[in-house]
């Protein structure tokens, strides 16, 4: 069957939006693929998460990672990007990745750069300003964002792949920004309670803001005119990647299969449904508010399906 709108729909009513809680939308958007490549998105994202989490539970749990403990932790990252490199016998998973790895040609620049931003989280709590928070993203979101966008820019040479016709770190560098700018804001209240911020100190102390005014906020208190400046600063700046990423996907989608037009489409349609939830000068910025419901989810998806020319 050609992937028509037909295909689309047949794929999106097996989707159980209910299910999907670990990077939902890379995966709602990867379900549109092929079946193999949408197993390698899995094992890939589920590699990535493994010490995204041990790193930031601990957070959660202990507020911060001591002098004392921080070797350990970085002994953890290394050992764990050393399974990229080094092969063994008896490690299952670890062949399941390797084997995706070789298979799919990932390079190991986005699994190397998404260490770093871990090794940073581990010596830091919080960044002093947005430009650290920036070159921080561009592991913690950059990486796992290039990861996709080099899976669906392969080209299939018989049983093999062929590497995309395009820079995948370009590529996937602007929608990686503003999806995670408006990732922050939407976990505003989640994160700080899990005695995470994401929040630069420098905007912070421009807006006349603290830190523990930012978990008084998370908390329950009314937030002030200060936060809701700081907050339109970071819309702002969302909306500049926000303009870039709409210049990428003109670039790139005609050197893309259908499917894999579509699932660019969706993920940063995702992403705008956020953005739009975003209010600076009424919110109240809590997890409820601006966390799309699994229902507002799928609506958004259908509605980007329907206004998908390529399927029509």
């Known amino acids: 069957m050609d992937f028509n709108r037909e295909k689309c729909l047949e794929i999106f009513n097996s989707i159980d939006f209910h299910k999907i809680k670990d990077h939902p939308n890379i995966l709602i958007a990867a379900s549109f693929w092929e079946e193999e490549r949408y197993r390698a998105a899995k094992t890939c994202y589920k590699f990535m998460r493994a010490i995204d989490d041990l790193i930031d539970n601990y957070k959660e749990k202990n507020k911060e990672i001591k002098p004392g403990e921080q070797e350990e932790f970085v002994a953890d990252v290394e050992k764990w990007l050393k399974m990229i490199i080094t092969s063994t016998d008896n490690n299952p998973l670890q062949k399941e990745l390797l084997d995706t790895m070789n298979r799919f040609i990932i390079p190991l620049w986005p699994m190397d750069t998404f260490a770093a931003s871990m090794i940073y989280d581990i010596y830091n709590d919080g960044?002093?300003?947005?430009?650290?928070?920036?070159?921080?993203?561009?592991?913690?979101?950059?990486?796992?964002?290039?990861?996709?966008?080099?899976?669906?820019?392969?080209?299939?040479?018989?049983?093999?792949?062929?590497?995309?016709?395009?820079?995948?770190?370009?590529?996937?560098?602007?929608?990686?920004?503003?999806?995670?700018?408006?990732?922050?804001?939407?976990?505003?209240?989640?994160?700080?309670?899990?005695?995470?911020?994401?929040?630069?100190?420098?905007?912070?102390?421009?807006?006349?803001?603290?830190?523990?005014?930012?978990?008084?906020?998370?908390?329950g208190n009314p937030v002030n005119e200060g936060f809701r400046r700081m907050i339109g600063e970071y819309l702002d700046l969302a909306n500049q990647y926000r303009l870039k990423t709409f210049d990428v996907l003109r670039r790139i989608q005609p050197l893309l299969d259908p499917r894999y037009q579509l699932s660019l489409e969706i993920i940063f349609d995702l992403y705008l449904m956020v953005f739009e939830k975003i209010d600076p000068e009424n919110g109240r910025f809590t997890t409820e508010e601006l966390n799309p419901s699994p229902e507002e989810t799928r609506k958004r998806v259908y509605m980007t399906i329907m206004n998908f020319s390529v399927c029509s």
Do not use: M, W
């Open 127 to 219: 960044f002093p300003t947005l430009d650290a928070f920036l070159d921080y993203a561009g592991g913690a979101s950059v990486a796992p964002a290039s990861v996709f966008v080099h899976l669906l820019g392969l080209t299939r040479n018989g049983d093999h792949y062929r590497a995309p016709l395009f820079d995948v770190k370009e590529a996937a560098t602007p929608c990686a920004i503003f999806s995670y700018i408006v990732h922050i804001i939407r976990d505003f209240q989640k994160d700080q309670l899990a005695n995470l911020n994401y929040f630069a100190d420098d905007l912070i102390l421009k807006h006349g803001l603290t830190r523990q005014e930012l978990r008084k906020f998370a908390e």
